[in-house]
């Protein structure tokens, strides 16, 4: 299975292509600072993807309509990855 990790903490977990990384984050105790649920509708579980941004699906239509992400942005609600990421949360 695909491996994420959260920096600061380094905190790492392996996650299979049905969970997101904010579900990830969770049973970590990484607080990726959601407010929704989940949902795509906070907009606030941003975070910046360091390495293995081709291993994560591509933007949804909630992404894409949220204008302050940067380029390495993403929303971990959203996220369903592929392959090993590296990802940086705020
Ligand atoms: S948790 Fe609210 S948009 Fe991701």
Known sequence: ???AR???SGLEIEIDETSTLREAAHVLGV???DRCGGNGACCNCIVTVLE???NICP???VEDAVFYLGPNDR???Q???HGDV???VD
């Open 86 to 88: 590296v990802v940086q």
């Open 75 to 77: 929303l971990s609600c």
């Open 6 to 8: 959260f920096e600061p």
């Open 31 to 33: 607080n990726v600072h």
């Open 79 to 81: 996220c369903i990855i």
């Open 1 to 3: 299975m695909p491996k």
């Open 59 to 61: 933007k949804s239509v």
């Open 52 to 54: 293995g941004m081709d």
